[in-house]
């Protein structure tokens, strides 16, 4: 931290907060405004001053836009002070959405992986696959994230597999992309080395394509995890479930809590910033144990 001060890379970023925090509270007072002043005249309040008007302003049980305080002490009262059993609970429905995140992002990022695989080392595959993987991704996920879960129900599989799948959707086409460039980014002059090794196919996969595709996969990997937390919220919506921040996001919009929206959506944005930190820390010690320069 000390180190981060003194080469002046946060205070950017604190600046940017505190100018991002103004605006929304300015944004939050324009767009409450006339309805509480509609309020007023509803219920013949009269004589109201600036600043009470300010705080009712900023302080209603259902705003247009909350404000950044009131977000923050409803994820607290629903973290904090709820026990994380409760299905009143972040911390609840947040890892009943991590779990179909997680599965879907291993599934998809060794599909991904696979497919890959496939493509570098065969033509055929390349020409014919590789366009296709890219048309489905022009499909919205709103599109496809009903169909899965009425057809996957109809067959009798439900919970946790059908929003994985479409976890794995997401994920997998950032990997599948990144890896086909990582396995060819090895010069020319590096896979003639090997042929003079009589090295095989297998070997120069994995004694140079491999590692030099590691970077490729971890940044792959860093846009496939947020991905699959957005496949899980999608997959919870159509799914008819109470569990989840999909479902919590769900009850919210149905009874106009916008102050339990917001702080669900605080709630994935930790959580997507939580699982990409982890894939960073992951690529650090493995870079690190390749014997790679800090």
Request: charged share 10%; aromatic share 10%.
């Amino acid at each position: 931290m000390g180190k981060t001060w003194r080469d002046g890379s946060l205070i950017p970023i604190v600046i940017v907060l505190i100018g991002l925090i103004v605006v929304w509270y300015v944004a939050a007072i324009l767009m409450n405004w006339s309805g509480v002043s509609d309020f007023y005249q509803r219920t013949d309040v009269t004589g109201v001053t600036f600043g009470q008007q300010l705080n009712d302003v900023l302080n209603q049980d259902k705003p247009l836009l909350p404000a950044p305080h009131q977000i923050v002490a409803e994820f607290w009262k629903t973290t904090v002070e709820q026990a994380v059993t409760s299905k009143r609970s972040l911390v609840y429905h947040g890892w009943q959405t991590l779990s179909a995140t997680l599965l879907g992002f291993i599934m998809g990022t060794a599909f991904g992986i696979g497919l890959a695989v496939f493509i570098v080392h065969n033509q055929a595959m390349d020409r014919s696959l590789m366009p296709w993987i890219i048309a489905s991704q022009t499909v919205p996920i709103l599109a496809i994230a009903p169909m899965v879960i009425v057809v996957l129900n109809a067959v009798g599989i439900s919970g946790l597999i059908p929003k994985a799948l479409i976890s794995t959707y997401l994920s997998f086409f950032p990997v599948v992309v990144g890896m086909v460039k990582g396995f060819r980014s090895p010069e020319q002059i590096q896979l003639d080395l090997m042929r003079t090794y009589n090295a095989s196919r297998f070997e120069v996969f994995t004694k140079l394509r491999w590692p030099i595709a590691l970077p490729y996969l971890f940044t792959s990997m860093k846009v496939g995890v947020a991905a699959s937390l957005v496949g899980a919220i999608v997959g919870e919506l159509p799914a008819g479930t109470s569990n989840g921040i999909g479902a919590r996001l769900l009850a919210g919009s149905y009874y106009g809590q916008t102050v339990q929206i917001w702080s669900a959506l605080l709630a994935a944005a930790l959580l997507a910033g939580a699982l990409i930190a982890l894939v960073g820390i992951a690529e650090r010690v493995i870079n690190a144990r390749l014997g790679a320069r800090p």
